[in-house]
């Protein structure tokens, strides 16, 4: 099935210059580990993290539309891959098993969500103790780019900022992303 959209959100997030190989040494994914792609798109990622984790893992590819759902699901089946399951999301909340999380994946959608805090705070019961947040997000852009005119960003100091609120700290930050900030939260014990 096509959905035009779910294949451009593929086509940038594979695109090398917005350096998803990097960006997947980065996580150090771990054979067996369970993920959460919150606002998966066209499932890019979490193709390759399914890939990544093996039969043991798994990811859960979340999404407020269904047709990108239905898109992921038949992309997994084409690819053979048994361990990926998609879930329809609320806007505002996200119902998952306990403790059960070892990353949660958030690319260029934390702009979307509508209450932040209360959205990571809730996701805190949904960790494993050392589970990741990992939030890579657009930077503010130039006067006349589309992420500012339509305000398709949050600055860097504002998520960390939410974050703290929401309970977590940062772990860890990396620079080589040319229009996005990508920041590893993890819980405050
Ligand atoms: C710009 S796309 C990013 C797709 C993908 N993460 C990537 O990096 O290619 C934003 C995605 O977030 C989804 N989305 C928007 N609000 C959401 C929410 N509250 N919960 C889950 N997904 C949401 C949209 O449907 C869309 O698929």
């Given at each position: 099935m096509k959905n035009l959209k779910a294949m451009m959100f593929n086509r940038k997030a594979s695109d090398p210059k917005n350096k998803p190989d990097q960006i997947l040494e980065a996580l150090s994914l771990q054979p067996g580990q369970n993920i959460a792609d919150i606002g998966?798109?066209?499932g890019y990622f979490s193709l390759r993290f399914a890939n990544a984790i093996g039969r043991a893992g798994k990811v859960y590819?979340?999404?407020?539309d269904p047709e990108f759902l239905d898109f992921i699901s038949n992309s997994a089946k084409e690819k053979g891959l048994n361990n990926v399951e998609t879930i329809l999301a609320m806007e505002d909340n996200l119902t998952l098993p306990?403790?059960?999380?070892?990353l949660v994946f958030v690319r260029n959608v934390y702009h979307h969500l509508p209450n932040r805090v209360g959205y990571f705070r809730n996701l805190i019961g949904l960790l494993k103790p050392e589970g990741k947040i990992v939030v890579i997000e657009y930077k503010?852009?130039?006067?006349?780019?589309f992420r500012r005119i339509f305000g398709h960003y949050v600055p860097l100091e504002k998520i960390i900022e939410g974050m703290d609120k929401a309970g977590y700290n940062v772990s860890k930050r990396f620079d080589f992303l040319p229009q996005q900030s990508f920041t590893i939260f993890i819980q405050r014990k």
């Open positions: 998966a798109g066209g590819a979340i999404d407020t306990e403790k059960s999380l070892d503010r852009g130039g006067p006349f780019s």
